[in-house]
């Protein structure tokens, strides 16, 4: 079965950076729609970014030009590298998958298999 697993968050000054890293098992990061999410509490999970099996990403208007997505194929990993962090930036992280191609857009209701979390806190 299809297992998830988020590492990296912790503590992040602002204007600092962070990579998070999900460890896939169970399905082929090369031929999966990947995304990270993020939720902080009392809100809805909220798309960050996603990439494609083709290797396209597209990223929430607000982490655009500071975060990027991506993925290795040989490790099976998938990565978010989040640059100039703000304190807005901080929630759960979750990263996701689905099993066919990307929608275009990041809903979480599209994506079928999730990691714990990892907490991110920028201050």
């Known amino acids: 079965h299809v297992q998830l697993v988020e590492s990296g968050g912790g503590m992040v000054q602002a204007g600092g950076s962070a990579r998070l890293s999900c460890a896939a098992s169970?399905?082929?990061?090369?031929?999966?729609?990947m995304a990270w999410f993020r939720q902080t509490p009392g809100k809805e999970r909220e798309g960050v970014a996603g990439?494609?099996?083709?290797?396209?990403?597209s990223y929430a208007d607000s982490v655009k030009g500071r975060f990027t997505i991506r993925k290795d194929n040989d490790t099976n990993t998938l990565y978010l590298q989040m640059d100039n962090s703000k304190p807005e930036d901080s929630g759960m992280y979750y990263c996701?998958?689905?099993?066919?191609?990307?929608?275009?857009?990041?809903?979480?209701?599209?994506?079928?298999?999730w990691g714990q979390g990892t907490q991110v806190t920028v201050s």
């Open positions: 996701a998958s689905r099993k066919w191609g990307c929608t275009g857009e990041l809903r979480a209701e599209d994506y079928s298999a």
């Open positions: 169970g399905l082929t990061v090369s031929t999966y729609c």
């Open positions: 990439i494609d099996f083709d290797g396209s990403a």
